[in-house]
C-alpha cells in the first residue's frame, strides 16, 4: 500500500556557515598582523589566501546554495574570490602578468569591496548581533585600508591592521559557536540572534 502521507526528508547538509567564516577571519588575522607592522608579506599569507581565505570559502558558498541561502552564497563565493583576486594582484606582477597596482588602482579595489561589504551588512540585521560586528568591522577596515593608500600614511595601515585583527577574531568566534552551538545542541557562544517582531 502507498502511504498517503508526505514523508519529511530531513536536510542532510551540513552547515558550511563555520567553515567559511573561520576561513575568513583566520586569513583576516594573519594578513592584518603583517598590516599591523609585525611581519613583513610572506608565502605563509598568500597560501592562506589561496588555499583557506579562497577555496575553502568558495567551497562554503558552494554548499550554501545548496542549502538555498543567497545571503551565505553571494558572501562567501564573493570573499573567496577575493582573498585569490588580492594574492593574484602580489603574484601576478612577480610572474611578469602585468604591472604592479598603483596606489590609486588599489584604493579603488579596496573602496569598491568596502562598498559591497556595507551593503551586505544590511542584510546581517536580520540574521544576528555577531554577523552584523563581522561586517561592520570589516566595511571599516577597507575604509581605513582604501585611505591608507590614498594617503600614503602609514599609520592609518597600522591602525587598520589592529582593526582588522578584531574584524578577523569576530569572524573566528561567529565560526566556532556555530560548531560549538550544534555540537551541544544548546548555546555554548551566544551570537545574539535578532528576534523576530
Not at 545571503?71 to 574570490?81: D, I, M, P, R, V
Not at 569591496?113 to 540585521?125: A, K, N, Q, S
Not at 540574521?127 to 600614503?152: E, H, K, M, P, Y
Request: aromatic fraction near 14%; include cysteine; charge should be positive.
Amino acid at each position: 500500500m502507498i502511504p498517503t502521507t508526505p514523508v519529511a526528508v530531513k536536510d542532510g547538509i551540513a552547515n558550511p556557515a563555520p567553515l567559511g567564516l573561520c576561513a575568513f577571519g583566520l586569513t583576516t588575522v594573519l594578513l592584518n598582523i603583517h598590516n599591523a607592522g609585525f611581519y613583513e608579506l610572506n608565502t605563509m599569507i598568500l597560501g592562506m589566501g589561496i588555499f583557506y581565505g579562497g577555496l575553502a570559502q568558495v567551497i562554503a558558498g558552494v554548499i550554501e546554495a545548496k542549502k538555498n541561502n543567497t545571503f551565505g552564497l553571494t558572501a562567501f563565493t564573493s570573499y573567496g574570490f577575493f582573498w585569490l583576486s588580492l594574492v593574484g594582484l602580489i603574484v601576478m606582477p612577480k610572474l611578469g602578468w602585468g604591472t604592479k597596482p598603483t596606489e590609486g588602482a588599489m584604493v579603488a579595489y579596496l573602496g569598491i569591496w568596502g562598498f559591497f561589504t556595507f551593503c551586505l551588512f544590511f542584510g546581517t540585521l536580520k540574521l544576528n548581533r555577531a554577523l552584523q560586528f563581522v561586517f561592520a568591522s570589516l566595511t571599516i577596515l577597507f575604509a581605513l585600508l582604501a585611505i591608507g593608500d590614498a594617503t600614503g600614511n602609514k599609520s592609518i595601515t597600522t591602525f587598520a591592521g589592529y582593526e582588522g585583527i578584531v574584524c578577523g577574531l569576530s569572524a573566528v568566534y561567529t565560526g566556532i559557536a556555530g560548531v560549538m552551538n550544534e555540537v551541544y545542541g544548546r548555546v555554548v557562544m551566544p551570537v545574539g540572534p535578532v528576534e523576530s517582531k
